[in-house]
T-cell receptor, first 113, second 117 residues
């Protein structure tokens, strides 16, 4: 059990560019969550996967955001045409089913120039 | 929609002393979990303690304990014998136990805890 892994740890990009983040959950965890955390705030839910199915998306997830989880393993979160307001920490978490706690990765910090 | 409120943006305590962090929440559900997570600077979010709403007994994990008042919708965290390693941002979080749903976490704004040596 190596924990939830996120890559990259930091991403700096110019406004208007596309970025993609990766999350590798704890093996055998079938639930995967993405959250966004802005400076000084608590994380906010973005989207949820159960295996490969994306079952819920927050209203925070505009059409510039897309997430996938092919084969129910790792997940990617892509942001197209980045904006200043996208600057945040993007956190991934995973859990087993049946009311188990969520385990978080270190996050990817996105800075938009 | 559920909401979680942490009214203390910052708290400080002397090493070895006891500190209590406050959290209130709003929900119309009867079955849910409450959590306290710890987020050290530039490090990952770690689960500190959790409480099932149907349990009247307050959860305890070593130096960490909660005071769960379901009717008042209050869920405070008490840290006894504070240690320098306890310094972190602490988040209170709510999770619905509805079978159909993401069971996503709803977080409060956080309380930054400083430990004074």
């Amino acid at each position: 059990d190596t924990g939830v892994s996120q890559d990259p740890r930091h991403k700096i990009t110019k406004r208007g560019q596309n970025v993609t983040f990766r999350c590798d959950p704890i093996s055998e965890h079938n639930r995967l969550y993405w959250y966004r955390q802005t400076l000084g705030q608590g994380p906010e839910f973005l989207t949820y996967f159960q295996n490969e199915a994306q079952l819920e998306k927050s209203r925070l997830l505009s059409d510039r955001f897309s997430a996938e989880r092919p084969k129910g393993s790792f997940s990617t979160l892509e942001i197209q045409r980045t904006e200043q307001g996208d600057s945040a920490m993007y956190l991934c978490a995973s859990s087993l089913a049946n009311n188990q706690p969520q385990h978080f990765g270190d996050g990817t910090r996105l800075s938009i120039l | 929609a559920q909401t979680v409120t942490q009214s203390q943006p910052e708290m400080s305590v002397q090493e070895a002393e006891t500190v209590t962090l406050s959290c209130t929440y709003d929900t119309s559900e009867s079955d849910y979990y409450l959590f306290w997570y710890k987020q050290p600077p530039s490090r990952q979010m770690i689960l500190v303690i959790r409480q099932e709403a149907y349990k009247q007994q307050n959860a305890t994990e070593n130096r960490f304990s909660v005071n769960f008042q379901k009717a008042a919708k209050s869920f405070s965290l008490k840290i006894s014998d504070s240690q320098l390693g306890d310094a972190a941002m602490y988040f209170c979080a709510y999770r619905s136990e509805m079978i159909q749903g993401a069971q996503k976490l709803v977080f409060g704004q956080g309380t930054r805890l400083t430990i004074n040596p």
